[in-house]
């Protein structure tokens, strides 16, 4: 159940095993329990992304325990931000919902080399996303 008391925000990508996956980590990681995170896909692939595993777990966030989640309209509808990262029109769309898209290129099939880049964007646009919400994030 959400609590009424926290922002909760839910990241949605195609697979849920890349760019949400991280997002949700870094959100996790920053927000230390001040913000309810999800993370969901319209088409959840089998396991979180290796290179984005390891991408994450160089910056200390260990995300290897995370399973890619199908989107529900209920986890869209009880969200207070929903940010999507290249899903189209699969996410539902709810009013007193806030949407923001990121684009953000695609870490499927990339080698660690490629993932960083995409890793580092999250982590800065996870950092705007605090201070949007009034939350501090963990240095």
């Not at 909760?8 to 890349?18: D, E, Q, T, Y």
């Not at 896909?41 to 966030?61: C, D």
Request: hydrophobic share 40%; glycine share 8%.
């Amino acid at each position: 159940m959400t609590d009424p008391r926290k922002p909760s925000v839910l990241f949605v990508c195609v697979h849920n095993a890349g760019r949400s996956q991280m997002a949700a980590g870094f959100l996790t990681h920053l927000a230390q329990d001040k913000v309810e995170v999800r993370s969901a896909g319209s088409a959840p692939a089998n396991a979180v992304n290796p290179a984005v595993v390891e991408a994450m777990t160089e910056v200390g966030i260990d995300i290897s325990a995370q399973r890619p989640k199908v989107l529900t309209p209920e986890a869209v509808q009880s969200s207070d931000v929903v940010i999507t990262m290249g899903c189209g029109d699969a996410c539902p769309v709810f009013p007193g919902t806030r949407y923001l898209d990121w684009k953000l290129s695609d870490p499927a099939g990339q080698g660690i080399d490629a993932v960083r880049p995409i890793r580092d964007d999250i982590e800065h646009r996870v950092r705007g996303l605090l201070a949007e919400l009034g939350t501090r994030a963990r240095l």
